[in-house]
């Protein structure tokens, strides 16, 4: 129902427009945007970040914006996906997943066809690792009011040798898997496939003794807090980094950044 007001403004909006060139983009813009206003602003609602009123307020900006510039519209719909994705989220935080998703979408772009490996990948890694690298330095080794969705606790209770009876581990989503392009791959004249490309982010507190990583352990300042914490539940927390990492395929298809961390406060929201 959202979806075909949005649609009646959009038209109400471009009746009085000659159709020109542009006009099959501007379409395949205007139903991609519409889709994305309808989801961004019915999640925020459920979630009880906006009213209905307010999103009816983004829903007409977002038609006279588009009325403008199919363009900017289209990037008003994006701001509005990424508010609803990570309501609470600070600068620091929008600005470091932004420049990931930049960064590795740039990547893409610059081979969309390979044979079966990326040629460039190991470039690429190490860009990622100077990204990781400046960042820490940049912000002391810590996030401060980071927010995420907690993927599990205690999620290596059913493993064996990594249950350990006084403490805890946690794994907190930054970024959920989002879908950034395709890569199509040739290993011979006479075949090829494409294959989607996407980005995801987690922080994860457990004992990992390789990296130094420890659980939060039934002494910690924080035990009692993360014990009442469920799957699912929307969190803001802080932490010490204790090592940044990002993993992507010989291929280049898929990128996933992970932090370890030692979390110094979590609440939920």
């Given at each position: 129902m959202k979806k075909l007001y949005i649609l009646i403004l959009a038209i109400f909006m471009f009746a009085c427009h000659t159709e020109t060139e542009r006009e099959k983009h501007i379409k395949e813009?205007?139903?991609?945007?519409?889709?994305?206003?309808?989801?961004?602003?019915?999640?925020?609602?459920?979630?009880?970040?906006?009213t209905s009123d307010q999103s009816l307020q983004i829903i007409q900006e977002f038609t006279k914006i588009f009325a403008d510039s199919a363009e900017?519209?289209?990037q008003y719909?994006?701001?509005?996906?990424e508010q609803a994705e990570n309501p609470f989220a600070n600068t620091v935080q929008k600005d470091f997943i932004k420049q990931k998703i930049a960064d590795f979408k740039t990547y893409l772009e610059s081979e969309p066809i390979i044979e079966k490996t990326s040629p460039t990948v190991d470039q690429f890694k190490k860009d990622m690792k100077k990204m990781n690298t400046d960042f820490l330095k940049e912000n002391g080794n810590k996030l401060v009011d980071w927010v995420g969705t907690i993927s599990c606790i205690d999620c290596f209770k059913d493993i064996p040798n990594f249950k350990r009876e006084k403490e805890l581990d946690i794994t907190i989503i930054i970024q959920d898997k989002i879908k950034l392009g395709e890569k199509t791959i040739q290993?011979?004249?006479d075949y090829s496939?494409?294959?989607?490309?996407s980005y995801y982010f987690e922080v994860t507190q457990a004992t990992?003794?390789?990296i130094g990583c420890k659980g939060i352990s039934k002494s910690s300042k924080v035990y009692e807090s993360v014990k009442k914490?469920?799957?699912?539940?929307?969190?803001?927390?802080?932490?010490k980094i204790i090592k940044a990492d990002d993993v992507i395929e010989k291929t280049g298809l898929n990128l996933s950044t992970g932090f370890y961390i030692e979390i110094t406060e979590i609440n939920p929201l």
């Open positions: 813009l205007q139903k991609e945007a519409i889709d994305i206003i309808a989801e961004a602003t019915t999640k925020m609602e459920m979630d009880k970040i906006i900017i519209g289209y719909a994006l701001k509005i996906k290993p011979r004249p496939t494409t294959m989607e490309c990992i003794n390789s914490l469920n799957a699912g539940q929307k969190v803001k927390f802080s932490a």
